[in-house]
């Protein structure tokens, strides 16, 4: 099975210790985004793309043209979750729980998280939100992902992690990372993210503060992926809560 070829990683990664949470939390307050360059190593990325056709991995398969979520289909994972994504899920969650608690007290959103995952999950799971939400995306030429929210449910953690696991110009071309900001009384801002393989992108889910004039204000945000005009490209999706 491919997963057993992927090394245990420890808890405290020498990739996840050397991210400048500091720069992150800026990036995150000025754009809505921020990116880990090389959170995954190419090898990681083959064998996380790979497990696309083992369904034994998997507790559902959605073929996005379906349900007019685009082109492409994606399948999430099922518990318990293969490594790497089993350590990096609680590990990014930590250091993201601070930012996140920051935001909702700027945003006046009185919902604190806890700062260990599992006990955001626990609150996720005694409210029916129990299905694992991280996913593995699959795009082939003409595919591309509609602007949405991944909103499962009543508890929603408001930061999320995409991680490229193609090289864009040698797997594929187009497929770019695309994030819009829909701003009150204003016309909306897009942002393309660009990313190697193995980068991960952290995003604001629904909403984030911006600084104003007169205090800060909330803004709406989605994300999607452009056509992807040749090749396949591969994405693993982090996302915190649980779906109902
Ligand atoms: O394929 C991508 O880059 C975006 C995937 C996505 O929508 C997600 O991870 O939630
Ligand atoms: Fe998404």
Known sequence: MPSATLAKRPASDPRLDA?????IGADLDAQGCAVFDKLLSP??????????????????????????FGRGEYKY????????????RPALYGPLSAIANR???????DVSFPGDHAAFLKRCHEAGQTRPTPLLLQYEAGDFNCLHQDLYGEHVFP???AIL??????????GEFVLTEQRPRMQ??????SLQQGDAVVFAVHHRP??????????????GVSRVKSGRRHTLGVIFHDAK
Do not use: K
């Open 103 to 109: 935001w909702n007290a700027t945003m006046g959103i």
């Open 210 to 223: 911006v600084a104003g004039a007169r205090g800060s204000y909330r803004v709406n945000l989605r994300h």
């Open 19 to 23: 991210i400048d949470w500091q720069r």
């Open 188 to 193: 909306s801002r897009a942002e393309v993210v």
């Open 43 to 68: 090898a990681e990325c083959r064998v996380l793309a790979a497990l696309y056709p083992d369904d034994t991995s998997f507790r559902s398969r959605i073929v996005m043209a379906r349900h007019g």
């Open 165 to 174: 696991l193609s090289q864009p110009g040698r797997d594929f071309t187009g």
């Open 77 to 88: 994972f099922n518990y318990p979750l293969p490594d790497p994504i089993a350590v990096l």
């Open 159 to 161: 930061l999320q992690v």
